[in-house]
């Protein structure tokens, strides 16, 4: 207080505390994160706390539970079910992000050409990815009704098919047509994101390539293939973690039918766990594909610094 | 243009693109033109004589009609705006103060700090949701737009941030520093030179933010019970199925309307859009 009277006869007014504050560099940087850090404190970090130690009780809806320990691992563990989605997550991951990169590359290839009407097409081939999942999968659904299927009708005309496909009634067939709905879905992604990978590729070192008589398929291998590899990399480890946790989709076709046979970890998590109540249980199998998704995650940080470092 | 001779373009180009621009881009036009045909029509046997199910020639607006008079649909609309707003302009505060931070300031655990936002982002909803539901009960959130409006930004402001730190350090230092001799003091340094600057990742982070809030769909299932609390995703799922009863001519015409608003959002900024959706990827 005295020092601040004696400094205020001396003709300028001393900043206030405050802003003296802000001229530090460490505590500007902390006001700035202080918001972000509070957000995903009170909605990441502790529900993630929160949701080891549901797992290790027996809660019910309205009922606090006991310490039972790992009593709901090993519950799922010896649960059918559980095993099916756990089976049918690494199956549905595997081929959708096989064809997701694949297709997608090839369209991202047909983009990268200089055509008519080249924007135009650009802006509608995201549709699939912006327009909400839940909505358009009602579509999909839709088209695959039992009774009322326009790929039948389609199928039928073409001569392909004499009797109905009852697309989600059949457990294999159900599989695939959630398989397809996310191919399409995730499509547009990876082709945008690859695209603008493509884009930063200079067309000489093609032109060299060609020159030199390499065939267009060497070209692609020797020269696009290695340079899009750090982009295709995380768009690949993203695109996994997000379908290895996929929801909607399954949700909106089966709902896990027909028979529990087209569950994923988290619809079940969220059968058990909201549509039973069985809190501690859904929680425990919900955090059954945090391993899996801490590895990718690992691979991805570890990839990205070592790209960074290069 | 592509080389060599004209079969050639046809096989390698437009075929292809005319196959993947079907595949993408059908569903679309099925929801499109259910919404508008008469149940009649709607519910004919697909292997029905005389039945062309590409065309109406008798287009209805009697869906819509349904969805705006005999649901909530329109408090759905709005509930969805309010919340993907709101939680929006929280994230993109949040996000461009955490990533001037992170990437123009020095202080201790900057990098690991990085590091964990990043990881944060990876975070899938669907691994939190259940202990979160509990924890929205306990704090008296369950079935408020703001247990939305605050949950939302965990899968946005990583992301933000992310955006965000792309950008502030690709202005150049100078920028900043002319302003500090000038007199300017850090915070209105960052106020009135860098955040201008930024304006463009803003944007890109702000519609891709937006957007990501009106599609997310598990937290608004789980967390709101009440029909007139729901978002559109939520609503249209839960109160347009009838037990096993589905109604396809409201269902597909609540479908399009609930996607117009992401489409115009995204048909004004389709290129900060994509500049969003590949920064955030490539960081």
């Known amino acids: 207080?005295?020092?601040?009277?004696?400094?205020?006869?001396?003709?300028?007014?001393?900043?206030?505390?405050?802003?003296?504050?802000?001229?530090?560099?460490?505590?500007?940087?902390?006001?700035?994160?202080?918001?972000?850090?509070?957000?995903?404190?009170?909605?990441?970090?502790?529900?993630?706390?929160?949701?080891?130690?549901?797992?290790?009780?027996?809660s019910r809806v309205g009922v606090p539970g006991q310490f039972v320990g790992l009593a709901n691992y090993y519950k799922i563990w010896n649960d059918t079910i559980f095993r099916t989605a756990v089976y049918n997550t690494f199956l549905y991951t595997a081929v959708t992000?096989?064809?997701?990169?694949?297709?997608?590359?090839?369209?991202?290839?047909?983009?990268?050409?200089?055509?008519?009407?080249?924007a135009f097409t650009r802006a509608f081939i995201l549709l699939p990815f912006i327009i909400p999942t839940v909505l358009s999968t009602f579509a999909w659904k839709w088209m695959f009704d039992p009774t009322f299927s326009v790929l039948n009708w389609v199928l039928y005309h073409l001569g392909l098919i004499t009797g109905r496909i009852n697309w989600l009634g059949d457990p294999d067939l159900a599989m695939i047509s959630i398989i397809v709905?996310?191919?399409?879905?995730?499509?547009?992604?990876?082709?945008?994101?690859?695209?603008?990978?493509?884009?930063?590729?200079?067309?000489?070192?093609?032109?060299?390539?060609?020159?030199?008589?390499a065939k267009p398929w060497q070209r692609f291998w020797h020269v696009t293939w290695p340079l899009l590899l750090p982009v295709t990399m995380v768009v690949v480890l993203f695109s996994v973690i997000q379908t290895f946790a996929d929801f909607q989709i399954v949700y909106v076709m089966t709902g896990g039918g027909p028979a529990n046979a087209t569950h994923l970890f988290a619809t079940y998590a969220y059968q058990i766990g909201v549509g039973t109540g069985l809190l501690s249980e859904g929680a425990a199998i919900s955090l059954a594909m945090f391993p899996i998704l801490f590895l990718v995650v690992i691979i991805q940080l570890l990839y990205i610094r070592r790209v960074e470092v290069r | 243009?592509?080389?060599?001779?004209?079969?050639?373009?046809?096989?390698?180009?437009?075929?292809?693109?005319?196959?993947?621009?079907?595949?993408?881009?059908?569903?679309?036009y099925w929801m499109i033109i259910t919404s508008f045909r008469p149940d009649g029509e709607l519910y004919r046997p697909w292997n029905s004589v005389n039945y062309n199910p590409f065309w109406t020639t008798r287009p209805t607006l009697e869906h819509v009609r349904y969805l705006f008079e005999e649901t909530l649909f329109s408090q759905w609309l709005w509930n969805t705006t309010f919340i993907a707003l709101v939680s929006t302009v929280i994230s993109l505060v949040c996000g461009v103060f955490a990533g001037y931070a992170l990437s123009r300031l020095s202080f201790p655990f900057a990098g690991s700090l990085g590091t964990g936002i990043f990881i944060t982002y990876l975070v899938p909803q669907t691994l939190l949701f259940?202990?979160?539901?509990?924890?929205?009960?306990?704090?008296?959130?369950?079935?408020?737009?703001?247990?939305?409006?605050?949950?939302?930004?965990?899968?946005?402001?990583?992301?933000?941030?992310?955006?965000?730190?792309?950008?502030?350090?690709?202005?150049?230092?100078?920028?900043?520093?002319c302003a500090r001799i000038d007199g300017a003091s850090r915070w209105k340094a960052m106020l009135y030179i860098i955040i201008p600057v930024a304006i463009p990742g803003i944007l890109s982070a702000g519609i891709f933010a937006f957007t990501l809030s009106w599609n997310e769909f598990i937290y608004a299932l789980v967390f709101l019970s009440s029909p007139e609390q729901k978002t559109v995703p939520v609503g249209v799922t839960s109160e347009l199925i009838r037990g096993d009863v589905f109604f396809w001519g409201p269902l597909m015409a609540g479908a399009l309307l609930g996607s117009v608003p992401v489409a115009i959002a995204y048909s004004f900024f389709v290129e900060h859009y994509v500049s969003g959706l590949t920064g955030s990827v490539k960081g």
Do not use: H
């Not at chain 1, 001229?23 to 995903?40: K, N, Q």
């Open chain 2, 130 to 177: 259940i202990p979160l539901a509990e924890i929205i009960r306990n704090y008296k959130l369950g079935d408020t737009p703001w247990s939305l409006i605050l949950t939302y930004p965990t899968f946005l402001i990583p992301f933000c941030t992310w955006l965000m730190m792309g950008y502030f350090k690709a202005i150049p230092r100078e920028l900043e520093e």
């Open chain 1, 97 to 118: 992000t096989v064809f997701k990169l694949g297709l997608g590359l090839w369209l991202a290839m047909l983009l990268n050409r200089d055509f008519r009407g080249k």
């Open chain 1, 181 to 213: 709905v996310n191919i399409w879905r995730g499509v547009p992604f990876f082709a945008i994101s690859l695209l603008a990978g493509l884009q930063t590729i200079s067309p000489e070192l093609n032109e060299a390539a060609a020159i030199d008589g």
């Open chain 2, 1 to 28: 243009m592509i080389e060599g001779a004209r079969w050639r373009r046809w096989v390698f180009f437009y075929l292809p693109m005319a196959m993947f621009l079907v595949f993408l881009l059908f569903p679309f």
């Open chain 1, 1 to 58: 207080m005295a020092v601040q009277a004696i400094e205020t006869t001396f003709g300028e007014a001393p900043p206030p505390r405050r802003q003296r504050l802000l001229e530090d560099e460490r505590w500007l940087a902390f006001m700035l994160l202080v918001p972000t850090m509070v957000l995903l404190g009170m909605f990441i970090a502790y529900p993630f706390a929160r949701g080891i130690l549901l797992s290790v009780t027996n």
